[in-house]
Nanobody, 109 residues
Framework: QVQLVESGGGLVQPGGSLRLSCAASGIFTTMSWYRQAPGNQRELVAAITGAGSTNYKDSVKGRFTISRDNAKNTMYLQMNSLKPEDTAVYYC??????WGKGTLVTVSS
């Protein structure tokens, strides 16, 4: 059974940084980070292919960096210059349609 386990969320002040991790139970090609803020639909934040090609939501470009370590079956999201509007539950997703349970990121002073 596929398992995706996110970690690294928490409370951070505006302008701060967090690094999210997604540990996967197997090897997947394209993997993504999504987020869902209260009252909003889930949205794609960033994606990375097995070869390392990346794409980002416009509002996080230049602030977030997605990466992966295939040897560890782990994907990361480095989030810098965080803003209150980045507050959401962040989910790990695979191209095969698997979802993690999410990790909460709260950006507040």
């Amino acid at each position: 059974q596929v398992q995706l386990v996110e970690s690294g969320g928490g409370l951070v002040q505006p302008g701060g940084s967090l690094r999210l991790s997604c540990a996967a139970s197997g090897i997947f090609t394209t993997m993504s980070w999504y987020r869902q803020a209260p009252g909003n639909q889930r949205e794609l934040v960033a994606a990375i292919t097995g070869a390392g090609s990346t794409n980002y939501k416009d509002s996080v470009k230049g602030r977030f960096t997605i990466s992966r370590d295939n040897a560890k079956n782990t994907m990361y999201l480095q989030m810098n210059s965080l803003k209150p509007e980045d507050t959401a539950v962040y989910y790990c997703h695979t191209a095969a349609g698997h979802w993690g349970k999410g990790t909460l990121v709260t950006v507040s002073s």
